[in-house]
C-alpha cells in the first residue's frame, strides 16, 4: 500500500509563476490536509478537507488554494509564488475527524519549495 | 487560539531515559498526539492521549493531564536512531491539529 504520495519530490520556481503540488491517498480517508513547515515556526495548517467537496482554511492560507474533487486528490495550488513561500509542504490524511472522532493522521513524505 | 509549548532542544545518552515536556492551551480539547519526525523526513505517529494518565507503547510512553494542560513524552532505553524532532500536537474543539514548535533531540555514545 502506498499510503499517501506527493509531487513533485522538490521544485525551484521563479517568483510570479504557477504552481500545483499534487497529494494522493489511497487509505480512502475522508479527511485531508495541507501543511507547511518552516524552520523555528513547526507545522503550520495551510488548507483541509474533511470530506469530498469541501474545503476549509487553516492558519496560513492566504496565497494558496486548494480543491477536492474526489477522495483520493487534495491539490494545492500557489496561483504567483512568492519568496516567503519556501517551505516543506506536507500532506496528511485521516479517517475522519469529525463526528465525535478522533483520528490519526498520516503524513506523506513532502515537497521541499524554493521561490526565488 | 491555541498555543502549545515544548523544549527546542535536549541531549540525552544512549541507554537512558528522557522525558519531554509538552504543555498547552486551546479552544476545547479532543486529544493530544506525539509525532517522530528525522531529519528531511515526514512525521509519523507515536502516540495519542485523550483522557488523563498513562499510554505505554514499548519503549515509548506519554502522560495526560488535562487539568493541567500537560503532557509528556517518555522514551526509555534510548538508542542513536531515536535522535530525531519530537512534535507535540494537540486537536482542539475544532477538530483541527495544532503542533508545537517541536523538541529537537540528540542521543550520544
Known amino acids: 500500500t502506498a499510503g499517501i504520495t506527493q509531487a513533485p519530490t522538490s521544485q525551484i520556481l521563479a517568483a510570479g509563476r504557477s504552481m500545483t503540488l499534487r497529494c494522493t491517498q489511497d487509505?480512502?480517508?475522508?479527511?485531508m490536509y495541507w501543511y507547511r513547515q518552516d524552520l523555528g515556526l513547526g507545522l503550520r495548517l495551510i488548507h483541509y478537507s474533511n470530506t469530498a467537496g469541501t474545503t476549509g482554511k487553516g492558519e496560513v492560507p492566504d496565497g494558496y488554494s486548494v480543491s477536492r474533487a474526489n477522495t483520493d486528490d487534495f491539490p494545492l495550488t500557489l496561483a504567483s509564488a512568492v519568496p516567503s513561500q519556501t517551505s516543506v509542504y506536507f500532506c496528511a490524511s485521516s479517517d475522519s475527524p469529525s463526528g465525535g472522532g478522533t483520528d490519526t493522521q498520516y503524513f506523506g513524505p513532502g515537497t521541499r519549495l524554493t521561490v526565488l | 487560539g491555541q498555543n502549545i509549548d515544548q523544549p527546542t532542544e535536549m541531549t540525552a545518552t544512549e541507554g537512558a531515559i528522557v522525558q519531554i515536556n509538552c504543555t498547552y492551551q486551546?479552544?476545547?480539547?479532543?486529544?493530544l498526539f506525539w509525532y517522530q519526525q528525522h531529519a528531511g523526513e515526514a512525521p509519523t505517529f507515536l502516540s495519542y492521549?485523550?483522557?488523563?494518565g498513562l499510554e505505554e507503547k514499548g519503549r515509548f510512553s506519554s502522560f495526560l493531564s488535562r487539568s493541567k494542560g500537560y503532557s509528556y513524552l517518555l522514551l526509555k532505553e534510548l538508542q542513536m536512531k531515536d535522535s530525531a524532532s519530537y512534535l507535540c500536537a494537540v486537536m482542539a474543539g475544532s477538530y483541527q491539529l495544532t503542533f508545537g514548535k517541536g523538541t529537537k533531540l540528540s542521543v550520544i555514545p
Open positions: 492521549n485523550v483522557l488523563d
Open positions: 487509505m480512502r480517508h475522508n479527511a
Open positions: 486551546t479552544s476545547g480539547f479532543n486529544g
